[in-house]
């Protein structure tokens, strides 16, 4: 059974995580639902070559932030989980506090309602005593909080090595086999 992932992009940096995991799961044969934050919007511009309308279409389906009755807004939407990647501060206070007050924040609470996993990509630094409250509302609630914080035992190369493995750590939580990086021990 293939799996069904929501996908949300913000507007924090590092918006190429969440690009390059989406070419990920389609070469992967993964259904993805994607939403699409406006500030994420104007990021995959400034940072990237992209167009958003590039990104949607890397995704089986994607939705507007602002469809409240789009299907990943109920809990009946059965998914895999959902990811945040990358996740603004904005977004973790949201979710924190389910605030939801556009789709990507009501399916990144309703999976938290449904016990389905969430993986919030939280991108900031340096953070203060209040960004790492909001991360502690969140995991309490059943958020894990996955940092792009790069390893370097595997040796990357390249910066698409180290995107990887930050991409590798997230697939490991949903579940999704890969083969994005060499894990310790392996040869």
Not at 81 to 107: D, F, K, Q, W
Request: proline fraction near 4%.
């Amino acid at each position: 059974m293939t799996k069904r992932i929501v996908v949300g992009i913000t507007g924090a940096s590092g918006v190429i995580y969440g690009i390059k995991m989406l070419e990920q799961l389609r070469e992967m044969d993964v259904e993805t639902h994607l939403i699409i934050s406006e500030s994420g919007k104007k990021n995959i511009e400034i940072e990237t070559t992209f167009r958003p309308s590039e990104i949607a279409a890397l995704a089986t389906r994607c939705y507007d932030n602002q469809d409240m009755a789009a299907a990943p807004a109920s809990g009946s939407f059965l998914t895999d989980g959902m990811v945040v990647v990358p996740c603004s501060i904005r977004t973790l206070s949201g979710i924190a506090h389910s605030y939801n007050e556009n789709l990507l924040i009501r399916a990144a609470d309703v999976t938290l309602k449904e016990k389905r996993k969430l993986v919030l990509v939280v991108r900031e630094t340096p953070l203060h005593l209040g960004h790492i409250r909001i991360m502690e509302m969140a995991a309490m609630c059943g958020a894990l909080i996955l940092p792009p914080c790069p390893s370097f035992y595997h040796q990357p190369r390249t910066i698409d090595d180290i995107i990887h493995q930050t991409i590798g750590k997230i697939f490991d939580s949903l579940g999704i086999e890969h083969h994005l990086f060499r894990r310790w021990g392996e040869v």
